[in-house]
């Protein structure tokens, strides 16, 4: 069964991250996995990727993203999605922040994203 764009997007944020299942990450992020900032872009090794989860997983006691809105595009291989992600990080501070990110899914896979950074706070 080949997975939607929208699926490996859903999946990476409610599965990945929120049940933190990192062997699923690893059958999700791309051979690289292509990560746009503004000014900055960064190629990451599909290991590396993977870490990048598991170094960012350990950071926290809690983390949750909830999608907010999920917009798949008529090309089959672009997902926008608006988060709120509340976290508590290992040293008890509280704290919730928001952004929106694009992915782009070739052949079940994220091999890019575009994050324009985030802002601590909840959608108003």
Same mark, same amino acid.
């Given at each position: 069964m080949t997975r939607t764009a929208r699926d490996v997007v859903e999946q990476y944020n409610l599965? @990945? /991250?929120n049940?933190?299942?990192v062997a699923l990450a690893g059958e999700l992020l791309?051979?690289? @996995? +292509?990560?746009?900032? @503004? $000014?900055? !872009? !960064?190629?990451l090794t599909h290991d590396q990727a993977v870490t990048r989860v598991? %170094?960012?997983l350990a950071m926290f006691e809690t983390i949750r993203f909830d999608l907010h809105l999920v917009v798949a595009g008529d090309d089959g291989e672009h997902v926008a999605v608006v988060y709120q992600s509340p976290m508590?990080?290992?040293? #008890?501070?509280?704290?919730?922040?928001?952004?929106?990110? +694009?992915f782009r899914v070739? %052949? $079940?896979?994220?091999?890019e994203v575009w994050n324009? #950074?985030?802002?601590? #706070? !909840? /959608?108003a």
């Open positions: 599965v @990945v /991250w049940q933190r299942d791309g051979e690289t @996995v +292509i990560r746009h900032e @503004v $000014g900055e !872009v !960064v190629t598991i %170094d960012h508590r990080l290992e040293d #008890g501070m509280e704290t919730t922040i928001g952004s929106m990110e +694009i070739v %052949d $079940g896979r994220i091999t324009c #950074g985030y802002k601590q #706070g !909840v /959608w």
